[in-house]
């Protein structure tokens, strides 16, 4: 049983548009939410991460929302670009070692 | 710099030969783990080491092996693979077993395993 929901399963997007990729979960106990950035061949890099007491976070085009209430986040990218063409993981994880993954998202960025 | 090498990049084996995959670390972490990412889908954890204590997922065949001779190294050893097992392996450390934004795990760029 998959504790992290995420959605699109893939999108496409022009140069200079907005991706927006979401993410739910149900375990109350997850208290740290990571997102991963995957290219072809390579391994899974951490992109952004944010901590449920913050409702917004952003680094460069890159920002994490946070609603504790809905139990949902999302990661938005602004100006997207080719290279951003990835699979992007969403991920939780609580008091232990654990990391749970979503499904991914791949996003194409046309030019 | 890469922080978490995996070598080899790629490898082929045949159906039901044993085979070794290997992982070191700079990055002097207490954990690491391995996982087995298959086309389209999310890592999914097979086991961990913190130092030298070792715990396999509930759901982890015991076809697969790990060891940890070092804090450096960590390898997976699959006895007897089969057709199923060909997957990206992908290796990641962390400082603790909290996961947590200053201890994040950190992903090796993985071992392409194909079985003929």
């Known amino acids: 049983q998959q504790q992290v929901k995420q959605s699109p399963q893939s999108l496409i997007v022009q140069k200079g548009g907005i991706s927006i990729i979401n993410c739910a979960y149900e375990n109350t106990a997850f208290d740290y939410f990571p997102w991963y950035q995957q290219f072809p061949g390579k391994g899974p890099a951490l992109l952004i991460a944010i901590r449920p007491d913050v409702s917004e976070k952003k680094e460069g085009r890159f920002t994490i929302s946070f609603n504790k209430s809905a139990k949902q986040f999302s990661l938005h990218i602004m100006d997207s670009q080719p290279g951003d063409s990835a699979t992007y993981f969403c991920a939780a994880s609580g008091n232990d070692y654990k990391l749970s993954f979503g499904a991914g998202t791949t996003v194409t960025v046309r030019a | 710099d890469a922080m978490v090498i995996q070598n080899p990049r790629y490898q082929v084996t045949q159906f039901g030969k044993p085979v070794t995959l290997s992982c070191s670390q700079t990055l002097n972490h207490n954990v690491m783990y391995w996982y087995q990412q298959k086309s389209s889908q999310a890592p999914k954890l097979l086991f961990h080491?913190?130092?030298?204590?070792?715990?396999n997922e509930a759901d982890t065949p015991d076809n697969f092996q790990s060891r940890r001779p070092n804090t450096s190294f960590c390898f997976l050893d699959i006895r007897s693979p089969g057709l199923g097992d060909a997957a990206m392996y992908l290796c990641a450390t962390s400082r603790a077993l909290r996961i947590y934004s200053n201890q994040p795990q950190h992903f090796g760029d993985g071992t392409r395993l194909s079985i003929l």
């Open positions: 080491y913190y130092d030298k204590d070792f715990n």
